[in-house]
């Protein structure tokens, strides 16, 4: 069975994070309690529908929500709404660069909109050093 579009980019999101940590397939394995034979057929696309608690495993030892890496696996919205960099690449397939000019942007109008209700000095210390 060939993989699909959500298995590939769930297994390049989880592959680059792992490397930009610095860890080896074997080393988020144990972080995770996870199977490394699993958890590199999970980067190589291999499954259509990963376990979500193994997802969720993965995603803590990454120190990423586990909303994101459900996005990015395709599955349905949970509570927890995802990050906007997991969600752009989950919803548009956008390469890295694109995706991270989009972040930024949003965090300069988001830092220029106080949230309702919110913290207020917050949103004014991020307004001031945009």
Request: net charge negative.
């Amino acid at each position: 069975m060939a993989p699909n579009p959500a298995s590939i980019n769930l297994g390049m999101y989880v592959r680059r994070l792992r490397e930009e940590r610095g860890l080896s397939n074997r080393k988020l394995a144990a972080m995770a309690d996870v199977d490394s034979t699993w958890l590199s057929r999970l980067e190589h696309g291999v499954y259509h529908s990963p376990d979500p608690h193994l997802l969720a495993q993965v995603a803590e030892a990454l120190n990423v929500t586990t909303a994101d890496m459900l996005t990015v696996a395709g599955y349905p919205a949970t509570d927890e709404l995802p990050t906007l960099r997991p969600y752009l690449r989950a919803k548009y397939a956008l390469p890295d660069e694109a995706v991270a000019e989009l972040q930024t942007y949003f965090d300069f109008i988001n830092a220029r909109y106080p949230k309702e209700g919110g913290n207020h000095d917050q949103d004014r210390s991020h307004r001031k050093a945009a």
